[in-house]
Every structure is written in C-alpha cells, then in structure tokens.
C-alpha cells in the first residue's frame, strides 16, 4: 500500500534497458552448463533472496509474506498473527489492514519497523498508534509454530498467540547457490543485491552498478566480487 511510485523505478530502468538494446533472455533457468556454452570473461550473479522458514506443524493456515504479497491473496476480516515487525511485516500489515482484518505483530527485537527510513517509520507508527485493529507485541522469540497457534518466549516466560492464520515475515536469505557452483578461478564473479545481501531498493541498485564498474577496469574493483 502507498507504493505505486516504485513502480516508476522499474518502468524507467525498463525504458533505459530498451534504449541501450540490451538483449534480455527470459523464460530460461540458468544452470553452470549454460554459463559455461556462453564461455563469459565476467557474471554478475543477482538471484535474489528467499524468505526464512521455520519449522512449521500444520501449515495449511500459515503463509508467507511474500506469497501474500506478491499474489495480492483476498483475505478478509479476519484475525491475524505476522510474525516479523520489519519492514515487510509492516507493509504486509497496512495490506491486511486495509482488507478488514486484525493485526497482532510479534517481534522478536525491541522495536518494530526498525529497518525502515526513518521518516517512513515516522508516518508508519503514527498510522498504527491511530488504528485499532492493529497491536504489536515486541522481544517474542518464537519457539514453535503449531498450526494458527504460536508459542513464543520474552523475558524467560512462554505465551501462546492464536488466530485465523499465521503470516510470516522473519526475513530473507541470499539465494545465491548459482554462484557456489561456478568456477571462481575461471570468471570474475560479482555477488549483487539480494543475492549478495538482502537489503532495499537503493542497496541493490549500487551493488549493480559498482559491479559493472569495476568489470574491465582494476582501479574500480569494489568489494562484491565473490571469492
């Protein structure tokens, strides 16, 4: 929610792709053999990330934040437990909010939306002190996830949250398996974006860019190249 304006990102690189006339193969996975047919001096690996997932029992109620997300999936006027105060368990939050549903935030750090920019933050926390069907609790560090029931521990005491369903929102990991097959001797290979370090928009964009500057070139060689 409140996001459209991203989208402007996306359509400018697009459009810059399009003038420069970078070729752009899509519908192919990409494995180690079909590096090696295109014989590369350079790669520059940007796989993403995948979110972490627990251990979960009975999981036909507990989803991911990204599928949620990503599928914009109708959920409506229910109760809700995300798991996760970051900024994805936020914005996940505003969604669900905005269809109806009761919030309850459960982090595991002092504070949420703490990995936001802290003017976002500000408008953000100010939005939900003046909602009421969303509350957070903070320092819960989830023990067990058993179906719509979560087992959490703060201050050395245990409690038990249930709801129509569960999200998760416990962050992301580097998927960059690609890389860890490819021969380091053989390529220079730069790790960017997620696939280097989950991390924003503007993280990954530099990335991108200090990796290309630094093909070619050996005074330009930032710290992305992977060893």
Known sequence: PGKDKIKWFLDYMKQEMNRLEIK????????????????????????????????????????????????????????????????????????????????????????????????????????????????????????????????????GEENTYSADKVILAMGSRSQNELAEKLNKEEYNIYLVGDANEPNRIFEATQSGAEAAISIGNPHKTYSHLYK
Do not use: H
């Not at 560090?141 to 521990?153: D, F, L, P």
């Open 24 to 155: 752009v193969n899509t519908g192919i996975e990409v494995d180690k053999e079909t590096i090696e047919l295109e014989s590369p001096d350079s790669i520059i690996v940007a796989t993403g990330a995948e979110p972490i997932e627990p251990e979960i029992k009975n999981d036909k109620n507990v989803l991911q934040a990204w599928d949620v997300l990503k599928q914009e999936m109708d959920i409506e006027n229910e109760e809700i437990l995300v798991i996760g105060g970051g900024q994805v368990g936020c914005d996940l939050t505003e969604y669900l909010l905005d269809k109806n549903n009761k919030v309850k935030i459960l982090e595991m750090l002092n504070d949420i939306a703490l990995d936001m920019e802290a003017i976002t933050r500000f408008d953000l926390l100010q939005r939900f002190c003046e909602e009421e069907n969303v509350t957070w609790e903070t320092n819960e560090k989830v023990k067990e996830i058993n179906g719509t029931k979560v087992r959490t521990e703060k201050e």
